[in-house]
Structures are given as structure tokens and as C-alpha cells.
């Protein structure tokens, strides 16, 4: 019995590493560029052209805002989830009176 309750309960440390993952897009930015720049250089020595330099570092940017849009999805997903959950359901959004408080007197 003990047994199914711990596989239903979350791990003990997936708060620590879903904070780590939220810290870690910031230097996965700065790696995509890196190796970008990086490939950039392989291509430079390879070809001799200088401007193949700058197809690694366009590739770099793109896959540091790929990241970005990878972490925007995920934490859009959670925050989908968390407006579905029942315990929030009883809580009203502002209504927006067109009617003027000072109409009234």
C-alpha cells in the first residue's frame, strides 16, 4: 500500500531541479552562441572565407532564441495547467463597469 502512495506523491527534488532548469536558459543562450561561433570558426578554416564566421554565429542566435521559445512553451503549458485547477476556479476576474461612478448621483 505504502508503495503506490510514493509512486503518486512527486520527487522530492523536482522543485530544485525545475528552479535550476528556469536558471540554466541564461547560459544555455550563452552555449548556443558559443558553439555557433565556434562552427563559425571550424568553417573559416576549413573554406578561408571570413564571412562563413558569421553562418556560425546566425546559427548560434538562432538556436539561443529557439531555447528562449522552448522555455516560453513550457512554462505557458504550466501556467495553462494551473488555470484548470479546481482550487482556483472560485476566484472572479474583475468585471469592467462601463457605467461611471459619477452617473449615479
Do not use: C
Not at 568553417?43 to 564566421?53: E, I, M, P
Not at 538556436?63 to 504550466?78: D, P
Amino acid at each position: 500500500m505504502q508503495a503506490m502512495e510514493n509512486k503518486n506523491e512527486e520527487p522530492k527534488l523536482k522543485k530544485v531541479v525545475d528552479a535550476a532548469d528556469g536558471l540554466s536558459l541564461g547560459i544555455s543562450m550563452v552555449v548556443a552562441v558559443l558553439i555557433g561561433v565556434a562552427i563559425g570558426l571550424g568553417l573559416k578554416k576549413v573554406t578561408g572565407a571570413t564571412w562563413t564566421l558569421w553562418i556560425g554565429v546566425f546559427i548560434g542566435i538562432g538556436a539561443a532564441v529557439l531555447n528562449v521559445y522552448k522555455a516560453y512553451e513550457k512554462q505557458k503549458r504550466s501556467l495553462d495547467e494551473l488555470a484548470h485547477d479546481p482550487r482556483y476556479r472560485n476566484y472572479r476576474t474583475p468585471r469592467t463597469d462601463d457605467e461611471d461612478e459619477d452617473d449615479k448621483y
